[in-house]
Structures are given as C-alpha cells and as structure tokens.
C-alpha cells in the first residue's frame, strides 16, 4: 500500500514551463500521485503536447500561454487557473530562459535585463499571485500551500560567463528563504531546487557538444546528465502533507556533481 500522504488527490499543482524538461517531469510525477495540473509555457504546440501525455494519468489538466516576465499576463493566467481548477495548492516557479556564454565584460545590457525579467521577475511575479491566494485561503480557515522554485547549481558555484544567470537564481534562493519565513504561519512552505546538467531545451547544445561532453560528464559521479524525471520524486514529495513542516529548504539534484 503506497504512503497515504503521498496520495495528492484533491489538490492542484501549478508549473510554470510545464510543457517539457524538469516542468513536465514534476508534471507527470505529480499527476501520477493524483495530483490536477495547470501548466503555463510559451509554445502552443509544446504545451498541447504536454497536456496530452498528462491526460493518460486520469487527473484534470489545464494548459495556459503565458510569458511569465510580463506581469499583466501572470496575473490573467493565475486567474484563469484558478476560475478552471478552483485552487492552487502548489506553485512551481519553473519558467526560464538560458543565456549565451560570453565573458562577463561583454555582456549586452539588453541580455541582462532579459534574463532578469524572465527568470526572476516572472518568479516574483508567480509566485506573488500564488501567495495572495493562499494567504487569502489560509484566512478562510484553508491553510497550507507550497511555493517551490527551480533555481540552479549557478546560484551556488561560480558560473563563469554565466554572470547573468547565476544571478537570477541565486536571487531566487534568497527569496524563497524570505518566503518560507513570511508565510509559514499560514502553513505555507518554500524551497528551492537547485538542478545540475539535466537534458533539457536548454541545455542541449552544451549536452550534445563533444568538447563539453568530454569536460564534464567525469565530474559526475552517476556518470549521466539529469532528466526531468528525476524531480518527479522531490515534487510529489514536496506537495505532499508528508513536508508539512519541512520549509527553507535547497534540494541539489545533479547526480553527486556539485559534491565531487
């Protein structure tokens, strides 16, 4: 018999850039539990896609475009995914965009602020809407609540050429440290998790560069780049009762590679 707080039937799991990589594998993992999905992302065809594997797990899915760095869309969205699937139970703040490796001296103003905007603007910005509602439920005598953000190895360890990105994500940390403070009086949680190299749009020209290959993969202890599937496991975990108490939290998920 499975661990009944892992059972997450009756709650609803919202995951921004949910369509593919390390949001659809929370996704899938999540819906698996039991769990109602809403997934944003920027791709229609990506999200229909998404939406369609989800499907077979018999839960209700819901597919939302939504940029996350434009705050009068995040606000629309939350507010459909709430008129749709009736509550949030969990946020996953998981949207983000990738950065070219240039050195830090060359780096364009205009990609900083890109950078900046989605992938913490749009967190801050998801992660606001999902707090007020929450906030708003735990009043109403409905506590509880997950805020989970998908920060970086980059907000940890020194990522050259990456100045813009590890900046972003290491804002992050602090602010769901902030977060788990603020709101666990309100039974709300807050964590971070801090990926390694997992397969992903993002990162596949780096994982399918020879050169690269060669460079990291024997950092790596269990020899493998990540996959989306293997955060299936800390989301359920997470948006389960079975965390209730469990909050401020980073979760490292790169397979030994920051420990080596």
Not at 53 to 72: I, N, P, Q, S
Not at 95 to 123: C, K, M, S
Not at 143 to 168: D, F, K, N, W
Not at 177 to 199: C, D, F, M, Q, S
Request: hydrophobic share 45%.
């Amino acid at each position: 018999m499975a661990f009944p707080p892992f059972n997450l039937t009756g709650k609803v799991a919202l995951i921004t850039g949910g369509n593919s990589g390390i949001g659809l594998g929370m996704a899938t993992g999540l819906a698996q539990a039991g769990a109602d999905i809403c997934i944003w992302g920027t791709n229609p065809a990506k999200n229909e896609a998404a939406l369609a594997a989800l499907a077979v797990h018999g839960t209700r899915v819901h597919g939302l475009l939504c940029d996350v760095g434009d705050e009068a869309a995040v606000e629309r969205a939350f507010a459909e995914s709430l008129d749709v699937m009736g509550r949030v139970d969990g946020c996953f703040a998981n949207a983000a965009t990738g950065h070219r490796g240039v050195p830090f001296e060359t780096i364009e103003t205009a990609d900083w602020q890109h950078i900046l905007n989605v992938n913490l603007n749009g967190a801050f910005y998801t992660f606001r809407a999902a707090a007020r509602h929450m906030k708003a439920r735990a009043a109403a005598g409905d506590p509880g609540g997950r805020l989970i953000g998908t920060a970086s190895l980059a907000a940890v360890s020194g990522q050259a050429r990456g100045e813009h990105y590890a900046a972003t994500k290491g804002a992050m940390v602090s602010m769901i440290k902030a977060l788990a403070v603020e709101y666990a009086r309100h039974g709300i949680t807050a964590h971070a998790l801090l990926p390694g190299w997992i397969e992903t749009p993002l990162t596949d020209a780096a994982l399918t560069n020879d050169k690269f290959i060669a460079g990291v993969m024997p950092r790596i202890p269990m020899r493998r780049w990540g996959t989306g599937a293997d955060f299936a496991g800390i989301a359920i975990y997470l948006m389960s009762d079975a965390s209730a108490y469990h909050t401020a939290d980073t979760f490292i998920i790169d397979g030994g590679y920051y420990a080596f």
